[in-house]
């Protein structure tokens, strides 16, 4: 059994472990808020920065990580078309849970559980462009369209996105790179010991948030997002295996990328802005699972 698919498992667990102890009344539905905060304030900055140990800044790869912010984009436009004539506040779930992608702690151990290590860097750059948006992009967009009457506020979304500390850190990070500025080594120790646990919080607060008893239509609109969410990521596949001359290895990595589950960050956000918990939480974990599956039966596809 690959590396990949053990860690696949792990997640699993980690999600039942955590719908098990709010069963069990060890853990209360408050105790997934705290997580969330624990992982967007903390553990997840620290996984940002821990990302950038040994990073180079090649400009050849930059139009990949244009491509895993623009493939973002177009997502949220679907989603904006598609969820029209929903409820503002269904609408919102529907934006943020159509765009963006778990890569660091989702897709990049299928890719390094089996490819050779040179083809890493094309999931990480992906990343990089995936990142910007998922980190505040998204967050500060929804948010917006949440407090105006109209279809989109820039001053809402400057002031939303520059107050995203995941955004900024990756920003900054960023910045860094591009200009060759080196941090010490211990920065790195330090940010990768706290970082490695994000994805421990993170899993646990999607089992502890996860809602039994959930009303049908809340269950209905989950699944529906689900479906709009993966039927859109085959269409996005699907062209660009038909029209992007790339390697046939960097185009299963990237499709290894675009048939990720909606980043971890997503259910902080829907707390934020005051969305439908039950619906988020039934979309986050279910979304792992999916994608479990999906690149399961690709991979054995292929090899």
Request: aromatic residues 14%.
């Amino acid at each position: 059994m690959s590396d990949a698919i053990i860690k696949s498992i792990s997640y699993l667990v980690i999600i039942l472990s955590g719908i098990l102890l709010r069963k069990l009344n060890i853990l209360e539905k408050d105790d997934g808020k705290t997580l969330s905060k624990i992982s967007v304030r903390f553990t997840l900055p620290a996984a940002l920065i821990a990302s950038f140990s040994g990073a180079v800044f090649v400009f050849e790869l930059i139009l990949l990580a244009v491509f895993g912010f623009m493939i973002n984009v177009v997502m949220y436009g679907l989603a904006y078309i598609i969820y029209a004539k929903e409820t503002k506040e269904d609408r919102a779930i529907g934006l943020l849970n159509n765009s963006s992608y778990n890569i660091g702690s989702f897709s990049l151990p299928f890719v390094v559980g089996s490819f050779s290590p040179s083809y890493a860097i094309y999931a990480s750059i992906f990343d990089m462009g995936n990142s910007i948006y998922s980190m505040g992009v998204n967050y500060a967009w929804v948010d917006s369209y949440l407090k105006s009457e109209k279809s989109f506020n820039l001053k809402e979304f400057i002031k939303k996105l520059f107050s995203a500390l995941p955004f900024m850190i990756y920003l900054i990070m960023m910045t860094l790179l591009a200009l060759n500025i080196k941090l010490p080594s211990l920065l790195f120790s330090i940010t990768s010991m706290i970082g490695s646990s994000n994805v421990l919080i993170v899993m646990l607060m999607f089992g502890v948030l996860f809602e039994l008893n959930v009303h049908k239509d809340d269950l209905f609109y989950a699944f529906k997002v689900l479906f709009i969410r993966y039927f859109s990521q085959t269409i996005i596949v699907l062209l660009m295996w038909q029209f992007i001359p790339l390697d046939i290895k960097v185009l299963q990595v990237l499709t290894i990328c675009l048939y990720a589950p909606p980043t971890s960050i997503i259910p902080s956000y829907i707390f934020n802005l005051g969305l439908n918990e039950k619906s988020s939480s039934i979309i986050s974990s279910f979304s792992v699972v999916v994608s479990i599956l999906i690149i399961t039966f690709l991979m054995n596809l292929w090899y």
